[in-house]
């Protein structure tokens, strides 16, 4: 079995948007979906509920309900053997998660113009050069985790709860295989758009916001979908859906 202990021990419940979950389950909750999120679980190692709970030091009890709740959200899966891993990606899925993200993530973005202040830009600056640095170096692994910083603290200050949900739980399923594109391509053909957004919050122009964070996620996406295509053994004939 392969081991998780590099993608779980470390985790920091921190890493996740909104308050975080009391109680040990919800510390379970929390470091396995921030696994997904950024990619530490990827796709095609499978693992066991006990291997799980061994690396997050726990007993089984709390890691089957969160396995059980992250299987619900279609974000892992769980074998009649009881092997846990993440669900295979299809063209039917990955167009969707590619809408959802184009439908959601904007406009979460627009609904949180009016709370990103000085503080806010400030902040998302510190991140984007921080991204800037990790894209440089090629560390898939630090770029990961502050994409998900930048755009999370934007969409968090939208103050909606079911936006957030929402976007989360998209995320959950396609972070593993975000992780897996970049940490066999690499970085260096990845452009993004977060000063183009920066520029827009600082302007307080909610269009141009908008169109910076649809722009970041149909050219983020497009890579994706382009190595998925080409890689039968996570994907079936991904591509990039028409129209978004």
Request: charged residues 25%.
């Amino acid at each position: 079995m392969p081991t998780v202990q590099r993608h779980v021990e470390t985790l920091d419940p921190a890493e996740l948007s909104g308050e975080g979950r009391r109680g040990l389950r919800g510390r379970v909750t929390d470091a396995l979906r921030a696994a997904l999120i950024t990619g530490r679980i990827q796709p095609g190692r499978s693992v066991t509920l006990r291997g799980l709970a061994e690396e997050l030091g726990t007993s089984p009890m709390p890691v089957r309900e969160a396995i059980r709740g992250l299987a619900a959200e279609n974000a892992l899966e769980i074998s009649a053997k009881g092997r846990i891993a993440v669900p295979k990606m299809s063209e039917r899925k990955f167009a969707e998660i590619l809408r959802a993200r184009a439908l959601l993530e904007p406009e979460a973005a627009v609904l949180a113009l009016p709370s990103l202040g000085r503080a806010e830009i400030r902040r998302l600056q510190a991140v984007d050069d921080q991204i800037d640095a990790s894209l440089g170096t090629g560390d898939v692994e630090t770029y990961m985790r502050l994409n998900h910083d930048f755009h999370f603290t934007i969409y968090t200050a939208s103050g909606s709860a079911v936006f957030l949900q929402l976007i989360e739980s998209v995320w959950l399923q396609f972070g593993p295989f975000m992780r897996m594109v970049y940490g066999r391509v690499g970085t260096a053909a990845l452009v993004d758009h977060h000063k183009q957004a920066i520029e827009a919050i600082a302007a307080r122009d909610p269009a141009r916001l908008h169109e910076a964070i649809r722009l970041d996620i149909a050219d983020g996406m497009a890579l994706i979908g382009e190595a998925l295509g080409s890689d039968a053994g996570a994907a079936s004939e991904v591509r990039m859906p028409r129209g978004v």
